[in-house]
């Protein structure tokens, strides 16, 4: 990450942490700013996990809901966006949820495996063509969990520490999965 990267993700890190704050003390407007900052890649994201637009706009909303009606006992959070992707995530990948899931949902694979579309990557015009097959051919080859972790971290900028809060795993296990996956996608002169 160059300096101006590094400055802009601290910027949003104390923007985000001073309207969690002030949402906590009862700043209707706190919360109105996150949720018209976050609800376009909260519902993307959203979109990537289950394919279903009525169940994401609708976790959304009792996402925003619950936060509101529990604010008194919320706790302070560190990384408001990677905590509101967490929950998220949570609430559409539930156990219960994933068994009830109707199999006709094209948008899912078997696995519910999360997809990136390669026309989400940049492109040279040039080599578009000959890029979008290779990508189309190692994105089929992923895992899961790489694609999520390529999608948080060069679509969503996350750092490792917050892929880690998201997916529930080790900073350290991000690193290694994320160092595997571009690496296994350099071998196909795939430039990130």
Not at 152 to 164: A, D
Request: proline content about 2%; glycine content about 2%.
């Amino acid at each position: 990450m160059d300096s101006k990267c590094q400055t802009d993700h601290a910027m949003q890190l104390n923007e985000d942490q001073a309207l969690w704050l002030s949402l906590k003390s009862n700043d209707t407007m706190a919360l109105d700013l996150l949720f018209n900052k976050y609800y376009g890649k909260l519902y993307f994201y959203g979109l990537k996990l289950t394919g279903n637009h009525n169940r994401v706009a609708d976790a959304i909303q009792d996402l925003f809901a619950n936060i509101w009606e529990t604010r008194k006992k919320l706790s302070d959070v560190t990384y408001v966006k990677a905590y509101l992707f967490a929950i998220l995530r949570y609430d559409l990948l539930k156990p219960n949820d994933i068994v009830n899931r109707s199999t006709s949902d094209n948008s899912l694979n078997k696995d519910f495996l999360f997809d990136i579309s390669p026309e989400e990557l940049y492109i040279d015009k040039e080599s578009r063509s000959e890029n979008v097959r290779i990508i189309e051919d190692m994105l089929t080859n992923l895992s899961s969990k790489q694609k999520e972790i390529i999608y948080l971290k060069f679509y969503n900028n996350y750092s490792n520490t917050e892929i880690s809060s998201v997916l529930s795993i080790k900073p350290q296990s991000v690193a290694n999965l994320l160092t595997r996956t571009i690496n296994r996608l350099r071998k196909k002169s795939i430039k990130f």
